[in-house]
């Protein structure tokens, strides 16, 4: 490996480090005021403001036409009871941070954490 190519990787690693903490540090200063927004195939379902949540909640999905339910922690959300085959949605766990997501691609369903400003734009308020 030559010294140019140990220099490129080393530059690169160093944008995606610094990238990912400056990304994990704009989700943490938020997360009490973010919202959850809940999609089942390409219609918003459901939204719940985080900062209301905060105590334990579990709220069924199935109304949603989603075959789970929602647990809400600490101003976090996570999907339990799934039934779908692989259950890749409930191993995700707790989502908080701006741009987190669980997603079940069998069931066409998504939770995205918005923030305020986002959430706003999202819906056109």
Not at 29 to 39: F, G, H, K, P, R
Not at 44 to 64: C, G
Not at 81 to 106: F, I, W
Request: a negative charge; aromatic letters at 8%.
């Amino acid at each position: 490996m030559k010294r140019t190519d140990l220099l490129v990787i080393l530059v690169l690693a160093g944008i995606f480090l610094g990238g990912w903490l400056w990304m994990r540090s704009r989700g943490s200063d938020t997360d009490a005021e973010n919202y959850a927004v809940m999609s089942v195939g390409d219609q918003i379902v459901e939204v719940w403001p985080l900062a209301e949540h905060h105590n334990d909640l579990t709220i069924d999905l199935s109304s949603y036409g989603f075959p789970g339910k929602a647990e809400f922690h600490d101003g976090a959300v996570r999907v339990i009871d799934v039934d779908c085959p692989d259950k890749v949605c409930e191993s995700m766990g707790y989502v908080k941070n701006e741009m987190e997501a669980v997603v079940c691609l069998p069931n066409r369903m998504s939770i995205i954490i918005y923030t305020p400003e986002e959430y706003h734009n999202l819906v056109g308020d």
